[in-house]
Each structure stands twice: as C-alpha cells, then as structure tokens.
Nanobody, 121 residues
C-alpha cells in the first residue's frame, strides 16, 4: 500500500558529497517519523538520522556535523545530505517511514529498497 523509493547513491571519493532522496507514495494519510539507516550485509542495520513531522532531528554521533536530514512534507520525501564522506561511510542506506494509512488510519513502518553508497580513499 505504500512504497518508498530511494535515489542518489553511488561512488564518491573521500571528502566528497552525496544527496540521498526517498519518496513515499501510496495510501498515505500522513507520515510521522522518517529516517535513514545503513547496513553492511550480514550486520545489524544502524541508525544514521531521523526527523519528526515537525522537523526535530536526531543523528548518530558518527555523522554529526557532516550529514543533514531534511524532509518535504508536501512531497512525502526525506533527504540526506552527506558531506565530508569517509570510506567508513560505505554502506547500503535505507530509508524508513512511519505512515498513517488512509484505509485504516493506523500507522505502519515501511522501508525502502536500499541504495549503495561507496566512498573510495
């Protein structure tokens, strides 16, 4: 009923920047928290940054000062601006959204399909 489509990943040199986008579509009444997580296959998914519907943000210590999360509520889209990238930022990045459905008026958690970010040294 809800799809999250991510874009913006790729290969970048250390010190470079990338901007990830995640657009939600489907039976959306409203979206509460949105966020970005990252994972190496076989390992646990870790939080990168989250943002509430009101714009309050939270970041992992490892990305504070380098990454910025933002959202456009009119477009049901969340962004992650990543600056000063390091090789240790190489992960698959996933977006997550807590969506209230038009059909049930209940909230559910949805994940995007993931986008690869590779930072070369």
């Amino acid at each position: 009923q809800v799809q999250l489509v991510e874009s913006g990943g790729g290969l970048v040199q250390a010190g470079g920047s990338l901007r990830l986008s995640c657009a939600a579509s489907g039976s959306i009444l409203s979206i509460n928290d949105m966020g970005w997580y990252r994972q190496v296959p076989g390992n646990q998914r870790e939080l990168v940054a989250t943002i509430t519907s009101g714009g309050r943000t939270n970041y992992a210590n490892s990305v504070k000062g380098r990454f910025t999360i933002s959202r456009d509520n009119a477009k049901n889209t969340v962004y992650l601006q990543m600056n000063s990238l390091k090789p240790e930022d190489t992960f698959v990045y996933y977006c997550k959204a807590i969506v209230v459905l038009t059909t049930t008026h209940l909230s559910y958690q949805y994940w995007g399909q993931g986008t690869q970010v590779t930072v070369s040294s």
